[in-house]
């Protein structure tokens, strides 16, 4: 393999390291902070008992009765604010009923609003509960109906329920909201009864099946917390049903059982995270929890308990919880966590290791979004910045490639000089860069470094719930969706859908076209094997972006349309790149 073949298969190997290999390079090197022990519970049951926690069990009731019937059986709270309409349920003291305003199910404009939770015994039911669990004390329980002062929770005008047992010990329940998506419960147990009594308050999440959206290496989906100094994105929904996770749960979840899975931690956050949205118990940042996930069937709970509290006759004992619930809008969040000191809640996306890259990205992006008002111009525009940034190192890559180019049939020579002495070989074209002032990886430049902004863009796209149904022009009306228009059914003329692999939209075309161009405008290979992989590498490039964003295709076509006038200029200050390469070989060079 001659020296321009070694850089080539070096250029990709280091590429594969950078897209696939660097999770596993940076754990190795930097591993995540030892998280807090796993504690062991109780097995989850179905009759209504607590568990080592202080929680109740899962909530295993499985229906699937027809929602307006089940919202309608129990009396209830309204939830009206900017961002979210829903209901409380008296009945628990539960957020069970919520769709999220600005987030339609379609990219049509009159779609139904995303809906988020659903209550028990509806298909797919999801929603929060609240309460204390007593110790010798009756408790408030899911079959609890509790008495409300208003009828309505509103942004600024909270709502307050209240339940009482036999005893003389009186609950509340203070329910908050904000504009947006964040909850605050006010709890609080006062003790009426002429003894002292044990409680402790908790919080769950439950939801039932499993979500659409795949959890993969790029993205996790599922279970997800913050136990200690960093997010735990090692709990899968299979774990937790008591069976392994897949070759990379178990690389990066080494220390993670199957089934229940406990921590004791001060503060942090836990819930389900989907791609684009979130629920997240927020407990007092200062109070010692017990908090974890676990399972019943294909039913899923997040709950975390407080250290248990004594309450003496006549005293109060109060605990504040708050409940995200909605889109994870990657401003909201991050006002989240620095105005409402929340540890880590920025991890609830999960940007990976490439967080440095795609977060700057991901601003700069909605900035010439918010600036436009067109996202797919926006990507535009962030393409044209990244390669005037890239410019000057791209002048040093041509450069060097005109001085490879000029050496050529000096290292063709020492080739053909000592082909049956490889080491020599080596030796003396090493010796003939030096002599020339050549770097062979200087063309390899401005190509790595668009690796990461690539993959970047890519995960912004995936993750960004700003991104989602943006249109662009014509029939690109979902930048973060694959191209939906494709020759091979005639455009959608022929009543049949492709399968994935072949159903090449016109974007993804387009981006082979000026993949073809672009190389076409690099000077040839001497070597045959380069030119054959060079002239298919285009339309292999075409098939494996198809199924890709076309937000991401349009940022590389952009970016390859600039680099074909970029070497027009460059190619008029460095016209011995255009010279054809002699195609017999040069002098050999005398024996020393």
Not at 163 to 189: H, L, P
Not at 414 to 420: N, T
Not at 470 to 489: C, E, S
Request: with cysteine; charged share 20%; proline share 8%.
């Amino acid at each position: 393999m001659n020296q321009e073949n070694r850089n080539m298969v070096l250029f990709l190997a280091i590429a594969a390291l950078i897209l696939v290999g660097w999770p596993i390079v940076a754990q190795t090197l930097w591993p995540a902070p030892k998280r807090p022990a796993i504690t062991k519970t109780t097995p989850v049951a179905d009759k209504p008992v607590t568990s080592a926690a202080g929680t109740p069990v899962v909530d295993t009731a499985k229906t699937n009765r027809d929602r307006r019937v089940v919202l309608a059986e129990t009396p209830r709270v309204l939830i009206v604010t900017p961002s979210l309409k829903g209901s409380i349920n008296l009945k628990g003291a539960r957020i069970d009923d919520l769709v999220l305003l600005n987030h339609r199910q379609t990219i049509d404009k009159k779609s139904a609003p995303e809906r988020l939770l659903s209550p028990s015994g509806t298909e797919h039911s999801y929603f929060a509960g609240f309460g204390w669990a007593g110790d010798g004390i009756a408790a408030p329980d899911k079959n609890t109906v509790w008495t409300a002062d208003a009828p309505a929770l509103i942004p600024g005008k909270p709502v307050t329920l209240r339940w009482s047992n036999a005893q003389g010990v009186s609950f509340q329940i203070k329910f908050s909201v904000d504009a947006d998506y964040m909850f605050t419960i006010d709890q609080s147990i006062g003790n009426g009864s002429a003894a002292p009594v044990t409680a402790r308050p908790y919080g769950l999440v439950s939801r039932t099946g499993l979500p659409k959206d795949p959890d993969s290496w790029v993205n996790h989906v599922g279970p997800i917390g913050v136990f200690g100094n960093g997010a735990n994105y090692d709990i899968g929904y299979p774990n937790l049903q008591g069976t392994d996770r897949s070759f990379f749960g178990s690389v990066f979840g080494a220390n993670v059982k199957p089934g229940p899975n406990y921590f004791d931690n001060k503060g942090g956050w836990l819930g389900f995270g989907d791609i684009y949205w979130l629920t997240a118990l927020i407990p007092d940042q200062n109070a010692q929890v017990h908090a974890g996930f676990r399972a019943a069937g294909d039913t899923f709970q997040a709950d975390f308990a407080t250290t248990p509290v004594k309450v003496q006759p006549g005293k109060v004992a109060r605990q504040t919880t708050r409940f995200f619930a909605g889109a994870k809008e990657v401003r909201l969040i991050d006002k989240y966590q620095d105005q409402g000191n929340i540890v880590n809640f920025d991890k609830a996306i999960d940007w990976g290791w490439f967080r440095i890259v795609e977060k700057p990205i991901f601003y700069y992006l909605d900035f010439l979004f918010r600036l436009v008002g067109n996202f797919g111009v926006a990507i535009i525009l962030l393409t044209i910045t990244i390669r005037g940034l890239l410019f000057p190192i791209a002048q040093r890559q041509f450069a060097s490639m005109a001085k490879m180019k000029a050496i050529q049939p000096k290292q063709k020579a020492i080739q053909e000089r000592y082909k049956d002495d490889k080491p020599r070989q080596q030796q003396e074209i090493m010796a003939l860069y030096k002599a020339e002032g050549v770097n062979p990886l200087g063309g390899c430049g401005p190509t790595l470094l668009q690796i990461p902004v690539m993959y970047a863009l890519y995960k912004v796209l995936l993750l960004s719930t700003e991104m989602r149904h943006q249109p662009f022009v014509l029939w690109i009306r979902d930048l973060a969706a694959p191209d939906p228009l494709t020759p091979i059914n005639l455009f959608g003329l022929l009543p049949f859908t492709p399968p994935v692999f072949i159903a090449i939209g016109i974007i993804p075309i387009l981006l082979g076209v000026s993949m073809y161009f672009q190389f076409k405008m690099n000077p040839a290979p001497m070597d045959e094997a380069q030119k054959q992989v060079f002239a298919i590498m285009p339309w292999m490039l075409m098939f494996v972006m198809a199924p890709f964003a076309v937000g991401l295709q349009l940022y590389w076509i952009t970016s390859n349309v600039l680099t074909i006038l970029q070497q027009r200029l460059l190619y008029a200050r460095h016209p011995e790149m255009l010279v054809a390469t002699p195609k017999t070989p040069a002098k050999p060079i005398p024996k020393k």
